[in-house]
């Protein structure tokens, strides 16, 4: 079982939609939770981190995590073509090891 | 203010060569880590280097080690390589423990023939 497992896509919305990435993670005890970007050809940058159960919202992008479920999901409102790209999800486990799942694809059509 | 360096961009060897490579972390960050992105993957942790020291490592083999120096910049070096080896490799660094502030380098393509 991978440690972590997204939605690999792609996924396509139209331009101003919401987009929803997908994502569950295995370790129970993981503690820190992050949503990276890369576009092609580029190396991740940090989107956005979430720790606590519920939602967390910076601009456009609202992370939300249910540790119960074992589920990290990130949102993104009125889709930019800009905002196509491959979204990473990474789990912080035990003993600080970075675990990342393979990526969702996503195409914002204008 | 200069971000997360890597060298080389691009290199090419062949299986059972050795290669050696290098990164120099953000200003102000002492915490090195590498990863390996095959393609279509998502990036998968090798080790991380704080204060000179080996402080976590992933699962890989010991043909995979590195160094840090005093300036705080890393060298990932791989032995023996094999075909599955060809990937990017990233050096992303942080300041201690704070795992928010993680930037990644531009990376390095290794293509091994």
């Known amino acids: 079982q991978k440690e972590v497992e997204q939605n690999s896509g792609p996924l396509s919305v139209p331009e101003g939609a919401i987009a929803s990435l997908n994502c569950t993670y295995s370790?129970?005890?993981?503690?820190?939770f992050f949503w990276y970007r890369q576009y092609s050809g580029k190396s991740p940058e940090l989107i956005m981190s979430?720790?606590?159960?519920g939602d967390k919202e910076d601009g456009r992008f609202t992370a939300q995590l249910n540790k119960a479920s074992q589920y990290v999901s990130l949102l993104i409102r009125d889709s930019q073509p800009s905002d196509s790209a491959t979204y990473l999800c990474?789990?912080?486990?035990?003993?600080?090891?970075?675990?990342f799942g393979t990526g969702t694809s996503l195409t914002v059509i204008p | 203010d200069a971000g997360v360096t890597q060298s080389p961009t691009h290199l090419i060897k062949t299986r059972g060569q050795q290669v050696t490579l290098r990164c120099s972390p953000k200003?102000?960050?002492?915490?090195v880590s590498w990863y390996q992105q095959a393609l279509g993957q998502g990036p998968q942790f090798i080790f991380q280097?704080?204060?000179?020291?080996?402080?976590q490592r992933g699962n890989f083999p010991d043909r995979f080690s590195g160094h840090q120096f005093p300036n705080y910049s890393s060298e990932l070096n791989v032995n023996a390589l094999l075909l599955g080896d060809s990937a990017l490799y990233l050096c992303?660094?942080?300041?201690?423990?704070?795992?928010?502030?993680?930037?990644f380098g531009p990376g390095t393509r290794l293509t091994v023939l």
């Open positions: 280097y704080y204060e000179e020291e080996e402080r």
């Open positions: 992303a660094s942080s300041f201690g423990t704070n795992t928010d502030t993680q930037y």
């Open positions: 979430i720790y606590s159960n």
């Open positions: 200003s102000g960050h002492d915490t």
């Open positions: 370790d129970r005890v993981s503690q820190s």
């Open positions: 990474a789990v912080e486990s035990t003993g600080n090891q970075f675990y």
